[in-house]
């Protein structure tokens, strides 16, 4: 009873996250149950026609279904592996930076993107990279024709992951800047009194002192190689590039509010779902087991 009462505070406060959490996030699972029916809007649940796995099948079936599962699992896995080797390279070279303003200065232009919705950064986007923007204009000065980058499909995938790690730059260098700091400063000195070279220095002491950052942010990414970013590339995509650029949410949303095929689109979400949360598991299993971290 005393724990209780001196945890009481924080109890109270979890209330407001544990609604907003079973409003917005564990009520609509309730909805799923629209995967295993022909769903028709007005009609009573109880009045639906119940066709089983025939929508799982169905969705086999359709070319597009390959098309949007690939798109994801590639878009998602790059966005992993840049997001964690682009800030680490540029932690390590900001970490050799001995001008402390410049420094801060550097890591707060690089974190402003952060701040911004996708959809104030995809209209700056389209701007620079439209026929007439700055990007083609300067690839005018070389002779180069105007490249259509948001209307091909070799295009692209390269914008959505250069883009993403442009805006998430400044977050996951926090994180890498966080994780040099906890460095022992002492092995420097002393491989510097043994002679060891800046980038010796780096290769044995700096990269193996993030280690365990990296491994941990690797396996905890496992779990989001089915999202792939709805709100970026929702307000990115076009018709012109759905091959290469068409994923999993983005198909749902058209499926489901556009073309009103609702058990279908539910059908889809819930095996995305399915699968996520089995690489959350493993993902979290991994962690704890090579990195030591754990939620409970």
Same mark, same amino acid.
């Given at each position: 009873?005393?724990?209780m ?8 406060? /979890?209330?407001?996250?544990?609604l ?6 564990t =009520? ?12 028709s ?15 799982f099948?169905?969705m ?14 590639? +878009?998602?896995?790059?966005?992993i592996i840049?997001?964690? =080797?682009v800030?680490?390279? @540029? ?16 890591q ?6 952060h @701040?911004?919705?996708?959809? +104030? ?9 439209? /026929?007439?923007?700055g990007?083609?204009? $300067?690839?005018?000065? @070389?002779g180069?024709?105007?490249i ?16 993403d ?7 996951n ?6 994780? /040099? ?20 220095r780096?290769?044995h002491i ?7 950052t990296?491994i941990?942010?690797? =396996? ?7 999202? !792939? ?8 995509y ?5 091959? =290469? ?9 058209? !499926?489901g ?21 089995? /690489? $959350? ?7 704890n087991? @090579?990195?030591d971290y754990?939620?409970?």
């Amino acid at each position: 009873m005393r724990t209780m009462k001196l945890q009481a505070p924080y109890l109270i406060m /979890l209330i407001p996250g544990i609604l907003l959490l079973l409003t917005f996030e564990t =009520t609509p699972l309730l909805g799923s149950v629209m995967a295993f029916m022909n769903y028709s809007p007005g009609v009573p649940l109880k009045d639906q026609v119940w066709v089983g796995l025939e929508n799982f099948r169905y969705m086999f079936l359709m070319n597009d279904s390959f098309v949007i599962f690939r798109n994801t699992f590639v +878009i998602a896995t790059l966005k992993i592996i840049f997001n964690l =080797t682009v800030p680490l390279f @540029f932690a390590l070279l900001l970490n050799e930076v001995r001008h402390v303003l410049f420094k801060r200065w550097v890591q707060t232009i690089v974190y402003l993107p952060h @701040f911004l919705s996708w959809v +104030i950064l995809a209209g700056i986007m389209a701007e620079l990279l439209s /026929l007439n923007g700055g990007i083609n204009s $300067i690839l005018g000065w @070389f002779g180069v024709e105007p490249i259509l980058f948001l209307g091909r499909n070799d295009w692209f995938p390269a914008i959505i992951i250069g883009s993403d790690v442009w805006k998430e730059l400044g977050f996951n260098l926090v994180i890498f800047l966080a994780a /040099l700091t906890g460095i022992n400063p002492m092995l420097y000195e002393a491989a510097e009194v043994d002679g060891a070279t800046r980038l010796q220095r780096i290769w044995h002491i700096t990269l193996p002192g993030v280690s365990s950052t990296v491994i941990l942010l690797a =396996t905890l990414g496992i779990g989001n190689v089915l999202n !792939a970013g709805f709100d970026q590339v929702f307000n990115l995509y076009n018709p012109a590039v759905y091959s =290469t650029g068409d994923i999993i949410d983005t198909y749902v949303y058209r !499926a489901g509010l556009l073309e009103m095929q609702y058990s279908l689109a539910t059908a889809i979400g819930l095996l995305k779902s399915a699968i996520s949360f089995s /690489l $959350i598991v493993g993902a979290y299993t991994l962690a704890n087991k @090579f990195s030591d971290y754990r939620i409970f």
